[in-house]
């Protein structure tokens, strides 16, 4: 306050007061410069112009009175808030005064002034002016500062919103990169575990490779063996037989073993030619009707007599009447399925029993053959089936065989629709099972066909053999010569022809398929075309899949593969000739 110079504007129409009011105030506030106005006019604008610290406002003018100019300093915003001391000389007027502290005046000064207290009015007011001024200053600054922070703050918002859009931005890729980078890892790890199969399916096919030409060799050299043994028992045998002083019984043990050995080479040739017939992919299953429980039977009465000789019993299971038991599938597939599961129980079983027969479960018919043998381990259990395979601990040695009959076992019930199972105790014994689906026959020949099986006469009965080889030829002639049956015999189809035209009494064909002059299935025809009633029987070499059906595509009733045995030829003869 000391060091600054004070500014008072004086506003008064009588330029004496002014003059007074100069002097006074400069000789009691040296340095204080004292601006005057003679009407409220120029009084507001020298307020706006010079803003002074303290006006003094004469309320008594001629145009603008004291109080309309002070109410006009107070309601502009930039000079309100200079301290206003209103002067008058109508010291008892109260209403005056108060409407000049309504319009905003701060102080009054009577006239006549009091000196003393008009400096002391000056300087108060002077003094509320400089804290209003530096109130406003500093209100100024803060909002100076406000405003400049705040637009930091929004310019740091803003670096910050384009900050995080770019972050996102960023994680928006990162995620991308992780989704591409995981799908990329999936792929290779895809492409790993394929590879990783296809190594290992390689090894495995290198593998069974190296264990298939291991067992193919092994088979060979076990092969030589297995066709040498019964080959040496037909041929030693056959020159001993040539002997004339042979006694009956003697005779006749030659002549089984002969029989046997044939039959053991025959077994393995037929082994021989299926196992090729699978690799070759030319196994299908035949539907023909057939009955299962006279399959079962003569099963049992085929086997029977060698089971017995080893002193084992055998006990045969089937489950459906013979009402039901005329179904459509592959009987000899069946048939050989069952040979070789009831041969390899007998062979490897030394005491106790052989149960086999069938079971009816859920529309399927479930073969099964159980020993009381060796058994087998659980580590070779899988193996059986493969084409070659025996179990290497010398009892394949001990018991012979190829080592192929599971093999084309297992690759028949797959045909048929099923798979061979096998459960095993090793010294206990071991069960083979297989299903087939159960299609019963529409031919309800069951009841008939039992009859049949109880009276059989075929005496006096005429069959037409129709055989380009004498050996064959022999055979049939001393088989059904033994039954009583009238022989007529033709070497070619032409002959066939012939006699079979001119003798009207004949009941049954045995037709060879293979004649020198024309195809057997010709001759079949031109016979049934002649006489369809008569039942001619196929006899073929080739034992191939599909022989049956072709028979039976000619016209033929019924079919019979060589070597013919007695058994069979006898089966049809009761089924057609009865
Ligand atoms: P094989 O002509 O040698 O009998 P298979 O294919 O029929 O050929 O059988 C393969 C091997 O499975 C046999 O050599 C034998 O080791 C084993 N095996 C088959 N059936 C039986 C069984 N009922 N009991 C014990 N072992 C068996």
């Known amino acids: ?38 009407d409220g006019s120029s009084g507001i604008m020298l307020a706006l112009s010079e803003n002074p610290d303290v006006i003094l406002l004469d309320i008594v003018m001629p145009v603008v009175d004291g109080l309309s100019v002070c109410r006009n300093l107070k309601q502009d915003d930039r000079i309100s808030h200079i301290p206003i001391i209103m002067l008058t000389a109508l010291k008892t007027d109260r209403k005056t005064r108060i409407k000049a502290l309504e319009v905003g005046a701060e102080a009054f000064l009577t006239k006549p002034l009091d000196e003393v207290e008009l400096i002391a009015q000056v300087k108060a007011m002077a003094k509320i002016k400089e804290s209003a001024d530096l109130q406003r200053m500093e209100k100024s600054q803060l909002a100076a500062l406000v405003s400049e922070r705040t637009l930091e703050i929004e310019k740091e918002l803003n670096e910050r919103r384009k900050a995080e859009n770019e972050l996102q931005k960023a994680n928006e890729k990162l995620k991308q990169t992780q989704v591409a980078t995981l799908n990329l890892l999936e792929d290779l790890r895809k492409e790993m575990t394929i590879r990783e199969k296809t190594e290992a399916e390689l090894i495995i096919a290198k593998n069974k490779a190296e264990e298939s030409d291991r067992l193919k060799s092994a088979f060979l050299a076990n092969m030589s063996h297995e066709i040498r043994t019964p080959m040496n028992g037909i041929i030693g045998f056959s020159e001993l037989l040539k002997e004339t002083d042979l006694e009956t019984n003697e005779r006749d043990r030659y002549i089984r073993i002969i029989n046997d050995n044939c039959q053991q080479l025959l077994h393995i040739i037929s082994d021989i030619i299926d196992i090729s017939k699978v690799e070759a992919g030319l196994v299908e299953p035949e539907h023909i009707e057939f009955c299962l429980n006279e399959l079962m039977d003569s099963l049992v009465e085929n086997y029977l007599p060698k089971a017995s000789l080893k002193g084992l019993k ?49 529309q399927r018919l479930e073969f099964f053959v159980k020993d009381t043998g060796i058994g087998i381990s659980d580590e070779h259990r899988k193996a059986i089936f493969d084409r070659f395979w025996q179990v290497e601990n010398g009892l394949a040695r001990k018991y012979g065989g190829t080592g192929l ?34 299609i019963l026959s529409e031919m309800k020949k069951s009841s008939t066909m039992a009859a049949m099986r109880n009276v059989f006469d075929v005496t006096g009965k005429t069959i037409l053999i129709v055989e380009d080889e004498p050996d064959n030829y022999d055979l049939l002639n001393i088989i059904l010569g033994r039954l009583k049956i009238n022989i007529l015999h033709a070497w070619d189809g032409k002959e066939a022809m012939q006699i079979f035209s001119e003798h009207a009494e004949i009941d049954m064909v045995l037709m060879d398929f293979k004649l020198p002059d024309m195809p057997g299935q010709e001759v079949t025809r031109k016979m049934l075309n002649l006489r369809s009633d008569v039942p001619v029987i196929a006899t073929t070499a080739y034992a191939m899949s599909g022989d049956r059906e072709k028979a039976i595509q000619a016209g033929c009733t019924g079919y019979l593969a060589k070597p013919i045995r007695s058994e069979e030829l006898i089966a049809i003869l009761k089924n057609y000739l009865n």
């Open 405 to 438: 009959g599971l093999a084309i076992s297992s690759a028949f019930v797959k045909k048929l629709g099923g798979e061979i199972m096998v459960e095993s105790t090793p010294g206990k014994g071991s069960c083979f099972s297989f299903s087939v689906p159960y």
């Open 1 to 38: 306050m000391k060091d600054r110079k004070l500014k008072i504007l004086a506003i008064d129409d009588n330029q004496d007061n002014l003059t007074t009011l100069k002097a006074v105030i400069a000789d009691a506030i040296p340095g204080t410069k004292v601006i005057t106005a003679l």
């Open 314 to 362: 055998m006990i045969i299971h089937k489950e459906i009447e013979h009402g039901a038991c005329w179904i459509l599938s592959d009987q000899s597939k069946i048939h050989q399925v069952l040979d070789n599961l009831i041969t390899n129980a007998i062979k490897f079983t030394q005491a106790g029993t052989i149960d086999f027969g069938y079971k009816f479960r859920d």
